[in-house]
T-cell receptor, first 115, second 112 residues
Framework: GAVVSQHPSWVICKSGTSVKIECRSL??????MFWYRQFPKQSLMLMAT?????????EQGVEKDKFLINHASLTLSTLTVTSAHPEDSSFYIC???????????FGDGTRLSIL | EDQVTQSPEALRLQEGESSSLNCSYT??????LFWYRQDPGKGPEFLFT???AGEEKEKERLKATLTKKESFLHITAPKPEDSATYLC?????????????FGTGTRLKVLA
């Protein structure tokens, strides 16, 4: 149980385009979903927290207009990287949990490369 | 300031050579300590949750323990397939919501 599906697993696109990443909890209801970014050989950096039906809460330094997060249902959250540039290239990982005392369960990440 | 520190940063073991990974934390309002395993190019895979000092959890060759200041992940007789990065995360209240504070991880390599 506790499976989180994330796709696409990798995407390559041109500078200036927008990219949408989906994160789905397959067998539980995710009241809270999280979006992380991970640089090579570094730990996960939290970008934003989203609760179903509410606006996402962004961490300091994360541009909310560039990284649009939608959590419209208890099983789906999306991250849209708008007008992506090469510096946005990274490994993006989502996670989901149903209750506060339960662990976060992670998707397998999306490798984003902006040319 | 809330902080989580993992040591060592990297560890090379021979197959069968047992060892321990450390996760030290200074956090106010702790609501659980979580261990994960991450393989290259994948998301973290959940291993254990620990909530209170003295608690222990076991799964195959792994055993996690918790004190008021640190957690250990003991690996008994490791195999090459145990090679991965092991992350610990402490859940604490920050800015009105419960979030993970991740350590930087221990990269484990088990040699056959």
């Amino acid at each position: 149980g506790a499976v989180v599906s994330q796709h696409p697993s990798w995407v390559i696109c041109k500078s200036g385009t927008s990219v949408k990443i989906e994160c789905r909890s397959l067998d539980f209801q995710a009241t809270t979903m999280f979006w992380y970014r991970q640089f090579p050989k570094q730990s996960l950096m939290l970008m934003a927290t989203s609760n179903e039906g509410s606006k996402a809460t962004y961490e300091q330094g994360v541009e909310k207009d560039k990284f649009l997060i939608n959590h419209a249902s208890l099983t789906l959250s999306t991250l849209t990287v708008t007008s992506a540039h090469p510096e946005d290239s990274s490994f993006y990982i989502c996670s989901a949990r149903d209750r506060i005392n339960q662990p976060q369960h992670f998707g397998d990440g999306t490798r984003l490369s902006i040319l | 300031e809330d902080q989580v520190t993992q040591s060592p940063e990297a560890l090379r073991l021979q197959e069968g050579e047992s060892s321990s990974l450390n996760c030290s934390y200074t956090v106010s309002g702790l609501r659980g300590l979580f261990w994960y395993r991450q393989d290259p190019g994948k998301g973290p895979e959940f291993l254990f949750t620990l909530y209170s000092a003295g608690e222990e959890k076991e799964k195959e060759r792994l055993k996690a323990t918790l004190t008021k200041k640190e957690s250990f992940l003991h690996i008994t007789a490791p195999k090459p397939e145990d090679s991965a990065t092991y992350l610990c995360a402490v859940q604490a209240l920050a800015s009105g919501t419960y979030k993970y504070i991740f350590g930087t991880g221990t990269r484990l390599k088990v040699l056959a």
